[in-house]
């Protein structure tokens, strides 16, 4: 906000102050301290002056997000939830993360439950994929054929 709408706001405001001041004053003198309804009606206003003043001052102290920072946030983001979805094994599901605008703790959550409740037996060779049956047996198939090299080398026959 401009110093010098803020000053004038300021100043507005103590204006106003001091007229509800002088309304009490004047209640007090004549009246007994006891407001007329037209003074009632008056500083009721000038309370609800003030507290519009109060909320402009404070929204405009808020500092607004400048376009370099909202792309540099935006980009951060994509880029926490892209390296989740890899290290979770499911990069494709970055994208559909990303156009949802899904908070990064709830992707995290979200991952970690898919690989909870779906997966018993993980690869050890392709962490994050699903073993199953088929790639038991070439993981096994290629220990037997690494061995028989090595034993081929050193003459030694299996058994």
Same mark, same amino acid.
């Given at each position: 906000m401009d110093k010098i709408l803020a000053d004038l706001l300021q100043r507005q405001k103590a204006g106003?102050? *001091?007229? $509800?001041?002088?309304?009490i004053e004047a209640?007090?003198?004549d009246n007994g301290g006891t407001l007329t309804a037209e003074q009632d009606a008056r500083v009721k206003a000038i309370t609800g002056d003030?507290?519009?003043?109060?909320a402009q001052v404070a929204a405009a102290q808020v500092v607004a997000e400048t376009p370099e920072a909202a792309v540099a946030r935006v980009r951060q983001e994509v880029a926490d939830v892209t390296a *989740?979805? $890899?290290l979770a094994g499911k990069p494709e599901k970055a994208a559909d993360f990303i156009k949802a605008a899904t908070p990064l703790p709830q992707v995290v959550a979200s991952l970690q439950a898919e690989r909870a409740a779906g997966v018993t037996e993980v690869n050890p060779r392709n962490p994050g994929k699903q073993g199953g049956k088929e790639d038991a047996a070439?993981?096994?198939a290629g220990w037997n054929a690494a061995a028989d090299k090595v034993n $081929?080398?050193?003459g030694i026959k299996r058994g």
């Open positions: 106003l102050k *001091a007229e $509800a001041t002088a309304l209640a007090d003198k003030i507290a519009t003043i109060d *989740a979805c $890899a070439a993981i096994e $081929a080398q050193f």
